[in-house]
């Protein structure tokens, strides 16, 4: 039974069971029981009337949901720390405030990065494979060999705070870090790793790319056929960032070719459809999508978008506003 003291919420994915009895404290919510991926038309169907919207990365949150829904809708609260699935622009001019998760999946993703590149640099797939399959007939002084990280330079392509992560656990591993952000970072953060201005000539250096730049519809295909020339021959390619950042065509041809010596994957351009080349390539090693996928990164990245609400109810900014919402959406509260 909703109370009507409570603001009325949307949940478009289900949230771990912690997270969503908070919810259930602060809101009238309405769930998507089956948790499954919902079409901008159905969200527009089935959340109409929220104060709140909870959504997450697979949820298109485009101009024509925010205008259905903008009659009430106060916010949209992303479990995700990515915004490009939300029209940002037309949420401002609407006076929706939007919501995601910094900084508390930083280390979760980081580890992904670190399994990807372990993987595909040491042959986990084949490795696992061949053990599975009951066709390993034993050691072998030169079976399945790899390429080690020590010495090897990582570029990381988007050294934000996850990035950063990523560059201390590459460090541990002995690599040299460079990257590629618009502008240094202060050299507390930088942390000895070495700036470049231009992409281009990062690329160059770069043993291992690791992708970790927040995904926009502008960087679509900037790893495209030409940048992956400039790598050096048998380097090795991570992308925990957006799929649409990578030319797949590009990618599957320097894989198939031998160019690279591997890829490893956590995200997919048109997720959950993945280009069926990637699963019959042995040097790509693959993953749905499990960045944050922790039990603990994922109740405190839903923890953070409550905490954030819970203050945008009474009056307050908190640090994962992505803008400022419009004044009079600042009126009701919740607990
Ligand atoms: C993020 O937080 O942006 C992850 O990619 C999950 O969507």
Redesign the pocket.
């Known amino acids: 039974m909703t109370s009507p003291t409570k603001p009325r919420a949307y949940l478009c994915r289900r949230f771990t069971d912690s997270v969503e009895a908070a919810m259930r404290t602060r809101y009238a919510l309405h769930v998507n029981e089956q948790d499954s991926i919902l079409s901008p038309q159905e969200i527009v169907h089935t959340a109409q009337g929220a104060q709140v919207l909870f959504a997450?990365?697979t949820e298109q949150i485009n101009k024509e949901v925010l205008r259905r829904l903008s009659p009430t809708l106060r916010y949209v609260a992303t479990l995700?720390?990515?915004y490009d699935h939300i029209d940002l622009a037309e949420a401002q001019a609407l006076g929706i405030g939007v919501l995601h998760?910094p900084d508390v999946?930083s280390d979760a993703c980081a580890e992904i990065a670190m399994m990807l590149m372990l993987n595909a640099c040491r042959r986990g797939y084949e490795a696992d494979r061949l053990v599975r399959s009951g066709d390993w007939t034993g050691w072998s002084p030169t079976q399945l060999l790899g390429t080690g990280l020590k010495g090897k330079r990582a570029v990381i392509f988007g050294m934000g705070r996850i990035g950063r992560e990523i560059a201390t656990r590459a460090q541990a591993f002995g690599m040299e870090i460079h990257y590629h952000n618009r502008r240094p970072l202060p050299p507390a953060q930088a942390a000895n790793a070495i700036y470049h201005a231009n992409l281009d000539d990062a690329l160059r250096l770069a043993d291992v790319l690791v992708i970790a730049v927040p995904g926009s519809p502008q960087l679509k295909g900037v790893i495209n056929a030409e940048r992956i020339a400039l790598m050096p021959p048998q380097a090795v390619l991570v992308n925990i960032s957006r799929g649409e950042l990578v030319d797949d065509e590009a990618l599957i041809g320097a894989l198939s070719a031998g160019r690279l010596f591997a890829a490893g994957l956590d995200v997919f351009a048109n997720e959950p459809h993945v280009d069926p080349r990637y699963r019959k390539l042995d040097n790509v090693f693959l993953s749905p999508?499990i960045?944050?996928a922790t039990k603990e990164t994922r109740d405190a990245m839903g923890w953070l978008l409550i905490n954030g609400l819970d203050a945008l109810f009474q009056g307050g900014t908190p640090n994962n506003l992505l803008h400022p919402p419009h004044p009079a959406h600042t009126r009701e509260t919740a607990q």
């Open positions: 997450s990365a995700s720390v990515g998760t999946l999508h960045g944050s």
